[in-house]
């Protein structure tokens, strides 16, 4: 079993814009309210481990904050190389995700955090999720990402 701390939880009121954390966020079935990329679509909710943004800001010598690559959720710990789609992830108030894609192409210059920073992490290290079931997210808690009993992704 593989488990994150939520380190931030972010949102923005549009797409392809640097997320602000907020203390907590009500998961609907549709992503997290308030966030632009809510809706009935695969990539409802976006991870990104706080080990890949500390390493970039190091490299690019760029002070980098939870939200800055339009992430969801900014975690610790656990193992994001271990992550497949098909893989669930569980979290506060019955909340469950599932892991539908790995990385995402980047947008260049449509995107405001291309423009600032020059590049981005979430082509290679971000994880997107739609939501199964409703919940609570908020920082300091704790997600639990299981694989499917066949091994396989959805």
């Known amino acids: ?4 701390e939520i380190v931030s939880v972010n949102v923005s009121l549009e797409k392809g814009t640097e ?4 203390p907590e966020a009500a998961v609907t079935l549709d992503g ?10 695969h990539r409802q909710v976006s991870l990104l481990d706080s080990e890949s943004i500390e390493a970039f800001a190091l490299k690019t010598g760029l002070g980098i904050t939870p939200g800055d690559f339009g992430e969801n959720i900014t975690t610790r710990g656990g193992d994001f190389s271990a992550i497949a789609p098909g893989d669930r992830l ?14 995402k192409e980047c947008h260049g210059d449509g ?7 020059g590049k981005c992490v979430m082509p290679a290290r971000g994880v997107f999720c739609r939501v199964e079931s ?3 997210l908020r920082g ?15």
Request: glycine share 20%; with cysteine.
């Open 90 to 103: 569980f979290g506060e108030g019955g909340l469950t995700m599932v892991v539908t894609q790995l990385g």
């Open 140 to 154: 300091g808690a704790g997600l639990t990402v299981t694989r499917p009993e066949s091994g396989r992704g959805e």
């Open 111 to 117: 995107c405001s955090i291309y423009q600032r920073v």
């Open 19 to 22: 997320k602000h954390p907020v």
């Open 1 to 4: 079993m593989n488990r994150f």
């Open 32 to 41: 997290l309210e308030g966030d632009a990329h809510a809706g009935d679509w």
């Open 134 to 136: 409703p919940g609570v």
